[in-house]
């Protein structure tokens, strides 16, 4: 015998379109796509990295339990939404991040910025860059202090034969190419990833190719990363601030967060337009206020800070560049729009 008083019925207007694809689907495409540079921060940077990562997942997957314990919501920790949040904020924070000032950060993701409104899917911002951007203005020393590649990191996270060094973007802000060549930083190496930086930013390689799985396996596509890293292109090309126009635009296209930014960040579902022309004029957006912030700002990195701004202006680009609905015409959108 059927149950109808609790069979759950799920009305949606057509096409129906049956797949099985869902939420946890897609996230752990994510991060089977965040793994190269994870690997290649653990070269890099010793075993520390690891141990970082693996840490900031524990924080977010524990607030987001805790959270929905307390208040006596659904959990949700099951669709692998925190696991990759954990994993991005880890990558855009140095290695040497202390373990208790990644799990404020966690806290401040999953529960300031995700769970307050709503959970998955509600959020305004990324929860990932506004943690990074709320450890930045607490604790502004320690996340811009930077270790040298090789530095070899252990286990449980020492330092002891860490060596500091100045990341390529803090030469860039200055305008100082030459300085940056002249401390043996190749274009093959900011491509590589063998420089300093946040933990798993560095390798554009390894980020490329996990931003190549992703478009393959249709979980983004490439609007947003190619319009983003376009524009960055085509402003670094034209207005240069250093050395030959083609080694500036390498230069700032490879260093810094640009590609973690372009295709994980950029890219995420809650905090980004729904249409292609949408994604189009975010990434376009994304790139105008990175490169002017890295031109004109006092902070040496411009990709954080452009993706929440773009964030915020997500809603006023979908009302706007929204497709007519079928049957249409434009002469009737002009009389509706006159009518409200």
Known sequence: ???????????????????????????????????????????????????????????????????????????????????????????????TTPYWMILIGDFFSIVVVKQLFGGIGKNFINPALAGRAFLLGSYASVMTTWIAPGSKLGILGSTADAVTAATPMKYLHGG??????????????????TIGGSLGEVSALMLLLGGVYLIIRKVIT????????????????????????????????????LMLGAFFMATDYATSPVTHKGQLIFGIGCGLFTVFIR??????EGVCYSIMVMNLLVALIDK?????RFGVVKSDKKKEAAAK
């Not at 031109?295 to 040496?300: A, E, K, T, V």
């Open 176 to 193: 100082d190419l030459e300085g940056l060549k002249a401390a043996g930083v190749s274009i093959n190496d900011m491509f590589i990833g």
């Open 320 to 324: 706007n560049v929204k497709p007519a």
């Open 295 to 300: 031109y004109f700002g006092s902070y040496n």
């Open 1 to 95: 015998m059927t149950d109808y008083k609790n069979l759950k019925l799920i009305a949606t207007s057509s096409p129906h379109i049956r797949s099985a694809e869902n939420t946890k689907s897609i996230m752990l495409d994510v991060i089977i796509a965040m793994i190269p540079a994870l690997a290649f921060a653990v070269y890099n940077f010793g075993w520390g990295a690891l141990t970082l990562t693996v840490i900031s997942v524990i924080g977010c997957m524990f607030w987001e339990w805790a959270y929905r314990k307390v208040l006596k919501k659904p959990q949700s920790i099951g669709d692998l939404s925190a696991v990759v949040t954990g994993m991005l904020l880890a990558f855009v924070c140095p290695p």
């Open 222 to 257: 490439y609007h947003t990363p190619v319009a983003y890293i376009g524009t960055v292109a085509v402003l670094t090309y034209l207005f240069p601030k250093g050395g030959s126009a083609m080694e500036w635009m390498l230069y700032n296209i490879l260093g810094g967060g």
